[in-house]
């Protein structure tokens, strides 16, 4: 990516359904060559464009993150993976386990289900383990737009929903398609696909593989924390701005870190600086070599301030 494709990037990053003419006045270059460099990004698999949404307003209460020790042709597996709706991210890894796979489900129940009788018995897989979200402390990963809330939350109903599911996977795609794709009257799906952007239950953004395009380094540290300074630890993780997420798990890890960093060094001089905290007994390191599955930038509803 030379200076223009970032540029670019972060004008999608704030709006995903920016048109190409706007883009191109803001960075000096035709609609034309606009839309050309965007195609070869998404092409490359470098960038891709999504609809950012709360996840239970797609029916998923329940999210998880696999860690899996896999033998066998990569590719095979990725394809595997991707052919799965309830995947929601991929990352080889270089650690413990050589690929971390995040996935989402309706009830606890079914996330157990996708684990074990799914995931688990994919060919050259030779085990797994697993660690449940159940609290976010920080979310600000690639592809959330930044200083933003999602919006009240309301009853979504099945016209709702589909409309959902089909921006999710390509936000930038015109109202008109969006009927045709659901079979539904252009004016109805115009109006209601409108406001679900005016109500903030959907905004469309950019996700950008780092490891593609050479722009630093990701990874994830996982947290083994006891005694009394839990809470302070927390705290000193979601103040670090190379931390983009942090979050509560149940599992062989308290909390997950998802870190952005400029070099591999840098990673690991953090992960250091977390180990030597009182109430983390142990740090795993993850460093993602690849992401061939983009993750779903989840937009969480936080309670007001104040």
Known sequence: ??????????????????????????????????????????????????GVVDPS???????????????????????????LSFVTFVALTLGEHNVICEIAATDDAELLEHATSVVGRIPGV?????????????WEGEGRPESTQAGARRSYDGLDGDLLRQLVRDPRMTFRTLAEQIGQPYSLVRRRAQALFD????????????????????????????????????????????????????????ATLEVVCDTPAELVALADRVSELPAVSAVSTYLYARSPVLPMPWLFRRAPQG
């Open 57 to 83: 307003s797609l029916g998923y209460f329940c999210l998880g993150t696999l860690g899996l020790d896999y033998r066998g042709d990569v590719g095979e597996l990725v394809e595997t993976l991707r052919s």
């Open 199 to 254: 109500d903030g239950a959907i905004r469309a953004s950019a996700v950008l593989d780092r490891s593609s395009a050479h722009a630093g380094t990701m990874g994830m540290l996982g947290l083994t924390l006891t005694g009394p300074h839990i809470g302070a630890a927390l705290e000193f993780a979601v103040a670090q701005p190379k931390f983009t997420i942090a979050v509560r798990a149940v599992g062989r890890f308290s």
């Open 126 to 138: 030779r085990g797994l383990e697993m660690w449940r979200l159940v609290d976010v402390l920080k």
């Open 1 to 50: 990516m030379d200076e223009k494709d970032h540029e670019i990037f972060q004008c999608l990053r704030d709006d995903g359904r920016s048109p190409a003419a706007r883009i191109g006045e803001e960075v000096g270059l035709s609609a034309d060559a606009v839309r050309a460099r965007i195609a070869k990004l998404t092409d490359d698999g470098v960038l891709r464009i999504i």
